[in-house]
Structures are given as structure tokens and as C-alpha cells.
């Protein structure tokens, strides 16, 4: 009886990193009960939208691109209470839901706040799970005295070729500055006291630290999230 060996091999698909498509985009109001934003979309696959609103007060009724939806990620109030009237929220929608190689319009739907702005981000290569398989959220809040008690939010266990973004809504006089280690996304003044600000890594480390400084006795609000690849 003579012995056959068969060799077998596997083959390994690489993981690719995920990739920001093109520039962040923002718009901002007052006391408007709805806005959009519009964002160009590559010809790309596994795609994600990541929305991001920064309002005083209020809340968000909806967010779609025509009849898809966006899933909230986190919803995080300010002040050291975290009940605070400064709101910071993460919303995403997947590649389904987005019109390829075109531009997509975001429209935003809410109660009646002051001083709102709303920013999307568009990505590809995105783990298209869904929930804990595409991103892992998280927030911060507090109230600065003088400028202590800055924003520092922590995105930690972060795999490679993941994401990490942030968005901060602050109440200060003066412009918050990002992590220098990080790009900003954008760096908005709403109004008079108001500052709508976010941050992002491509390769980001294993634990990062999403600090802002410059912030002057600031109610504020911080969201942070990893989009997993």
C-alpha cells in the first residue's frame, strides 16, 4: 500500500489599511433644524461614511444619504456631570447605503439647539460587519477651569490598518489645538464661543491620546472612534 501525500496551501488575502477618500467636508448653522453636507466618493469597495455633529443643546432626529440611514455610534453630552448642554456624536452608514464614485449628500435632521455643525468623513477599505466588527466608540467630558481639565480622550487596543477619529464641541473663547501627532479634519468656529473640532490618524498606534489644548473655562464634549479595517 503506498502512501500519497498531498500538500496544501493556504492562501492569506492581505488586510488593507483603511483609507480617508479625499477631504473631510463640513457645514455649519445656528438654529437650524436640518442641514447637509456633501462629500465626493471614490471608486472604491467596503466603503464608510462617517458623520460627526457638534451642537449646542438639541438633538438628532436623523441622518441619511436619500433613504439609508446612518447608525449611531456614541452620543456624548459635556460638562463634568456629562449632562452638560454641549453635545458630540458618531454616526456611520456603509457601503450599501453610499453611491459609488459620486457625490453624496448628507442630510441631517434635528430638534431645535444653536450652534451646529455637522462633518462626514468618507473611507474605504472598512470592515462592513457592522457594530463592535466595524468600529469601537468612545467619550469624554468635562468642564476646563482656566485651562485645566483639557479634552483628553483615549482610543486604545487599536489594531493595524485601522482608523481613529475624534470630533470635540467646545465652549471657549479661544481655538482649540489638536494632538500634534494627529492631521486635523477641521477646526470650525460656529460662532462667538463656539468650536466644532475634529482629528484623525491613518496609522495610528496601538493606544492613542486625543488631547486638546488651548481650551479656556470650556464646557466640552468629546467622541472618539476606531473604524476597524
Given at each position: ?26 457645514q455649519t ?54 449632562t452638560g ?142 473604524i476597524i479595517?
Amino acid at each position: 500500500m503506498s502512501n500519497t501525500i498531498i500538500n496544501s496551501y493556504s492562501h492569506i488575502i492581505p488586510q488593507l489599511p483603511v483609507t480617508l477618500d479625499g477631504t473631510p467636508q463640513t457645514q455649519t448653522g445656528m438654529t437650524d433644524t436640518s442641514l447637509s453636507v456633501s462629500i465626493s466618493v471614490g471608486n472604491h469597495t467596503n466603503k464608510a461614511l462617517i458623520f460627526c455633529m457638534t451642537q449646542q443643546s438639541g438633538s438628532t432626529t436623523s441622518v441619511k444619504v436619500g433613504t439609508n440611514t446612518f447608525v449611531n455610534m456614541i452620543k456624548q453630552q459635556g460638562a463634568a456631570s456629562g449632562t452638560g448642554s454641549q453635545r458630540s456624536e458618531i454616526w456611520y452608514l456603509l457601503n450599501s447605503g453610499i453611491t459609488n464614485n459620486a457625490t453624496n449628500q448628507i442630510d441631517w435632521v434635528g430638534t431645535a439647539g444653536s450652534r451646529i455643525c455637522i462633518g462626514v468623513y468618507s473611507l474605504y477599505n472598512v470592515n462592513q460587519g457592522g457594530a463592535a466588527s466595524t468600529f469601537v466608540a468612545n467619550g469624554a467630558h468635562d468642564t476646563s477651569s482656566g485651562y485645566s481639565n483639557q479634552p483628553d480622550g483615549e482610543i486604545n487596543a487599536v489594531a493595524e490598518n485601522d482608523f481613529v477619529l475624534d470630533v470635540l464641541s467646545a465652549n471657549t473663547s479661544t481655538q482649540p489645538l489638536d494632538t500634534p501627532a494627529n492631521t486635523e479634519g477641521w477646526n470650525v468656529l460656529i460662532s462667538t464661543n463656539r468650536y466644532s473640532v475634529s482629528q484623525y490618524n491613518a496609522t495610528p498606534s496601538t493606544n492613542n491620546d486625543m488631547f486638546y489644548s488651548n481650551i479656556l473655562a470650556a464646557e466640552w464634549a468629546w467622541a472618539g472612534a476606531r473604524i476597524i479595517s
